[in-house]
């Protein structure tokens, strides 16, 4: 099956500035990659997503990059601000069938 | 709109006890649920897929005897905790892929189940 990991498992940054998070994915059949925010003990986000035929997504300060040959995808954060700091989930998967979680990042955003 | 709902949303009981943990999607209709758990600090774990009207698919290394789960319709799947244990408290979280979007997970405010 889909094994999916993840780095930095905690990332401390200055408000303001940007916070890289990594992860690789060792099935060369998914082809969907969500990025999810998940604070205290509420329910994960969707906070933007690419498909495997993208290179690149932008969302305003947030944007994900894939690199399908090296199987790996990051979520960047830019401009960071407190209301930033959350625990940060990437996830592999294979069009409809089962999302693979990465294993966390807790970002700390310090004003 | 794409709200899904669980209830419970904390649950505590005593060991040999059996729990019943409620999906809904409440405003639109789930071929496929699914359901994850979730130790502090970690990762959400991918249980089983539920499939309106069939068999749920577990993933490897999860007692299906154990977790038992129903999804008799498009808005509701059900996971059962049979003969729980102290090691079964967790946060079991589960989502909900619109039919026809099946990209498109909505996750559940989670149950945290705490076992005696």
């Known amino acids: 099956g889909e094994n999916v990991e993840q780095h930095p498992s905690t990332l401390s940054v200055q408000e303001g500035d940007s916070a890289v998070i990594k992860c690789t994915y060792s099935?060369?059949?998914?082809?969907?990659f969500p990025w999810y925010k998940q604070e205290l003990g509420k329910r994960p986000q969707l906070i933007i997503d690419i498909r495997s035929n993208v290179g690149e997504k932008k969302d305003q300060r947030i944007a994900v990059t894939l690199n399908k040959t090296a199987k790996h995808f990051s979520l960047h954060i830019t401009e960071t601000q407190p209301e930033d700091s959350a625990v940060y989930f990437c996830a592999a998967s294979y069009t409809g069938n089962q999302f693979y979680f990465g294993t966390g990042t807790s970002l700390t955003v310090i004003p | 709109g794409a709200v899904v709902s669980q209830h419970p949303s904390w649950v505590i009981c005593k060991s040999g006890t059996s729990v019943k943990i409620e999906c809904r999607s409440l405003?639109?209709?789930?071929?496929?649920m699914f359901w994850y758990r979730q130790f502090p600090k970690q990762s959400l774990m991918l249980m089983a897929t539920?499939?309106?009207?069939?068999?749920?698919?577990?993933e490897q290394g999860v007692e299906k005897d154990k977790f038992l789960i129903n999804h008799a319709s498009l808005t509701l799947s059900t996971l059962t905790v049979t003969s729980a244990h102290p090691e079964d408290s967790s946060f079991y979280i589960c989502?909900?892929?619109?039919?026809?979007?099946?990209?498109?997970?909505?996750f559940g405010p989670g149950t945290r189940l705490t076992v005696l």
């Open positions: 989502s909900a892929s619109p039919s026809g979007d099946p990209d498109t997970q909505y």
């Open positions: 099935d060369s059949a998914s082809n969907y």
């Open positions: 539920s499939n309106e009207g069939s068999k749920a698919t577990y």
């Open positions: 405003d639109f209709q789930a071929t496929t």
